[in-house]
């Protein structure tokens, strides 16, 4: 089983989660947000969805996003975009897709965690095999995306690490 997390925005990622019973968990791969002079590259996006497709079971988790005060009109118009595009390839796929919002996995995973750059943190603790993956600065939207999919593995499995 796969589960896959995804951070919809331009510097978000879509994180995939190998879930096998009594195995530890382990992130497979990580992918930045693909994007084409600064625009979602549609056609990238569908193609990494469609890799783990076919292959085995898989169940994506997306966050729930929405617009917040104080953002510009502009940059939520085009996170807006790019959260309908990934709900629209998910949906081509036939594979369930699970909605979470930002504080829920947040709390459930990143409890007492107040900062940005708690995620990579966090991740580091979780899957000290993916720290090459979120070692960055800006792979901030990376560790959010594997958070992300490690709420729905726990929520789908009831297990932890």
């Known amino acids: 089983m796969l ?3 995804i951070d919809p925005g331009k510097t978000g990622a879509l994180a995939v989660i190998k879930h096998e019973p009594k195995e530890v968990p382990m992130v497979y791969a990580v992918y930045d947000t ?8 549609i056609f ?7 890799n783990f497709i076919g292959l085995t079971t898989a169940h994506f988790i997306i966050e729930k996003v929405h617009s917040m005060p104080g953002q510009g009109v502009a940059s939520m118009f085009n996170f807006g975009m790019g ?3 990934w709900q ?3 949906a081509s796929t036939g594979c369930p897709l699970t909605y979470v919002a930002p504080q829920t996995w947040k709390k459930a995973l990143m409890e007492g965690m107040k900062e940005k750059d708690d995620a990579r943190l966090r991740v580091k603790e979780l899957f000290p095999k993916a720290c090459d993956l979120v ?3 800006k792979d901030t939207g990376r560790a959010d995306a594997i958070l992300i999919a490690e709420y729905g ?9």
């Open 88 to 90: 629209g390839i998910i």
């Open 3 to 5: 589960v896959i997390g």
């Open 135 to 137: 070692y960055r600065k």
């Open 44 to 50: 990238e996006m569908y193609r990494l969805v469609s």
């Open 153 to 161: 593995r726990r929520q789908l499995y009831g297990t932890q690490i």
């Open 83 to 85: 959260y309908g595009i």
């Open 34 to 41: 693909p994007l084409f002079d600064g625009n979602y590259d």
